[in-house]
């Protein structure tokens, strides 16, 4: 790993500065993740005097249980539904800015703010609007003779869930957006007008190609949000209901360990979850350095 | 732009103000709601345009809460908040700039396992660890305290790595001639790294206050005590008045109000909001 070409050779300074954030690492990261590992091989008697090592047993049941099926392909259709709505819209609010020229730095201050408010907070928001009974959007819907309930309907619920995290992400996905297009050469876009090619050929085969490195990016980032990010908005909004029909694997754990205090299964849970971060993270950091040698 | 297109251009604009409107409008409704009075949400309809009791809203939740919701006072919520928001910034700050001098600025024996073990903390966020990590917490007996709502936190991969790249690009020689001139490495650190580390400190402290301000599950996990209760978990509670209609308006004065700080931080500071965020997820 890179150093400096000279450095300072005390021998024990660098232990001394390191001390700090590897002991809340070690205390609050690391060894409870090794509890976690451990309790999802166990079990636990109804009374927690004796645990026993059961080897694989929690996670066996974990994958044969239809709520965890159900919660996996709720999180599966949630994730890749806040990514793509999430993305295509802030897509296009950026090719939008880039094009304007006196005005984006208005524009861009009147888009990125929701990054700062709370996922539970954006749950609200969105809670309130689509309240069956006083919210504007089913007072909407209903006059183009839909009738909004996400109380019972899931499907409704579900939908809820995406608008309000898409709504949330946007704001993200729109900067990063912005810097990749800027980094597209204006020289390229110019030789193609000159060609004879109009704005959305332009787009499509040439600025859209040379974008893929920060929508890949992206892609990994918007799944990794809504697979774990998302946990006040449920909570605020659905809590995982009607029927289970919102709940996803990162509210599963909470529930299942601190509502229905099921220890073992939770921390099986949280390993799965653990690993899917790992993927998820060996991915993004792989595609960063190849980033770099470009 | 390339070429001029009158058509085009006017699209660009529409699309625009669609999309602050989209992304507006929930906050506004929100904030009108919070300037009405109890009665008018019984219409079965949102009002649109802002009431008249938008002084009287907000000095209730601000002086006195809602007793009965179990929520105290907003002011000492929105006091929390800000406590632990800068707690977890400047915390998280200081100890990635020492590791990241560490981990830069000397050779030692562990300095490749100290380096993967912060970055194994990127992999398990709060909510994949929750329930290991709360016994460790009430073990320690650092439930309803401010130290159990920050420390947890506090460590931070990225801060670390955003620092460590920012160090590598300082010249070999500006230490060199540091050490010619007798500086020790405290000294060095001191009066030459961070006042260079400036900007970037600036910058990931926007980032890390929005941070530590927007978290949800690990007070609402760790706090019984109203005293040390944030103001965003808080109005989850406000909020999740059983079986009864929330009192909107004061849910959405409350709401409103644990929005602004953040929201405005990020608007006043939106430069270094911006390379922030950009830096940080490198």
């Known amino acids: 790993m890179q150093t400096k070409r000279t450095i300072f050779p005390n021998k024990l300074l660098p232990y001394i500065l390191l001390a700090p954030q590897l002991a809340v690492t070690l205390i609050f990261f690391i060894w409870p993740a090794m509890q976690a590992v451990k309790s999802s091989f166990e079990r636990e008697d109804p009374f927690g005097f004796k645990t026993t090592f059961i080897w694989f ?47 984006n730095r208005l524009y861009t201050t009147l888009l990125v703010w929701p990054y700062a408010v709370a996922p539970v907070v954006v749950g609200i928001l969105w809670w309130f609007m689509f309240n069956p009974s006083i919210g504007i959007a089913p007072y909407l819907l209903r006059g183009l003779g839909v009738s909004w309930n996400h109380r019972i309907d ?45 704005p959305f050929k332009r787009f499509w ?9 920060t929508t890949f990016f992206l892609l990994i980032v918007n799944i990794n949000y809504a697979m774990f990010d998302t946990f006040g908005i449920i909570d605020a909004t659905t809590a995982g209901g009607p ?10 754990v909470y529930a299942d360990g601190f509502l229905g205090l099921n220890i073992g299964s939770s ?8 690993l899917i971060v790992i993927v998820l993270t060996a991915i993004q950091f792989r595609y960063v350095e190849r980033r770099v040698q470009y | 732009m390339v070429e001029n297109r009158p058509f085009l251009s006017f699209l660009t604009h529409l699309v625009l103000i669609i999309g602050v409107v989209l992304v507006a409008f929930p906050v506004y409704l929100a904030f009108v709601a919070s300037t009405h009075g109890e009665g008018d949400f019984l219409s079965g309809l949102v009002p649109l345009w802002p009431g008249p009791h938008l002084i009287e809203n907000y000095r209730l939740m601000l002086t006195e809460g809602i007793s009965t919701a179990g929520a105290p006072p907003l002011w000492i919520m929105l006091s929390n908040s800000l406590i632990i928001a800068i707690i977890i910034a400047v915390g998280k ?9 560490a981990i830069v600025f000397f050779k030692f024996r562990f300095r490749l396992i100290a380096f993967w073990i912060i970055f194994i903390t990127l992999m398990l966020p ?15 007996g650092l439930l309803n305290s401010y130290v159990g709502l920050t420390l947890p936190l506090i460590a931070s991969a990225t801060a670390t790595f955003l620092f460590r790249q920012f160090f590598l690009t300082i010249p070999d020689e500006l230490m060199e001639a540091a050490r010619v001139d007798g500086a020790g490495p405290m000294k060095f650190f001191r009066d030459i790294l961070l006042p260079l580390s400036r900007t970037n400190i600036a910058a990931l402290f926007v980032i890390l206050f929005i941070y530590g301000w927007v978290q949800y599950l690990w007070p609402m996990l760790v706090t019984t005590d109203s005293r040390y209760y944030t103001v965003v978990m808080g109005i989850k509670r406000l909020a999740a ?9 004061l849910v959405m004065a409350a709401v409103t109000l644990a929005m602004l700080p953040p929201v405005l931080v990020v608007i006043f500071m939106q430069r270094l909001f911006i390379k922030g965020l950009v830096e940080t997820e490198k």
Do not use: C
């Open chain 2, 126 to 140: 709060v909510e994949v660890r929750i329930i290991p990590t709360f016994k460790v917490v009430a073990d320690l």
């Open chain 1, 205 to 213: 085969t040439i600025v859209f190609p040379l974008l893929s490195p």
């Open chain 1, 267 to 274: 921390a099986a849970q949280s390993v799965v979850l653990m």
């Open chain 1, 243 to 252: 029927a289970q029909a919102t709940n996803i694997l990162v509210y599963k």
């Open chain 2, 241 to 249: 008045t059983a079986d009864a209609e929330p009192r909107w308006h």
């Open chain 1, 57 to 103: 047993d929690n996670y066996k049941r974990l994958f044969a249980d239809p709520s965890y099926i159900n919660a996996a392909g709720n999180t599966f259709v949630f994730a890749i539904s806040v990514t793509v709505f999430s993305m295509s819209l802030s897509l296009l609010l950026a090719v939008a800015v880039n094009r304007v020229l006196r005005t």
């Open chain 2, 93 to 101: 700050i200081a100890i990635s700039l020492l590791s990241a001098y």
């Open chain 1, 154 to 198: 899931g499907s409704q619920a579900m939908l809820l869930v995406i608008i309000a995290a898409s709504w949330k992400q946007i704001s993200y996905n729109f900067l990063f957006f912005v810097a990749g297009l800027q980094s597209v050469p204006q020289s390229l876009t110019e030789a193609a007008a000159i060609d004879g090619a109009g």
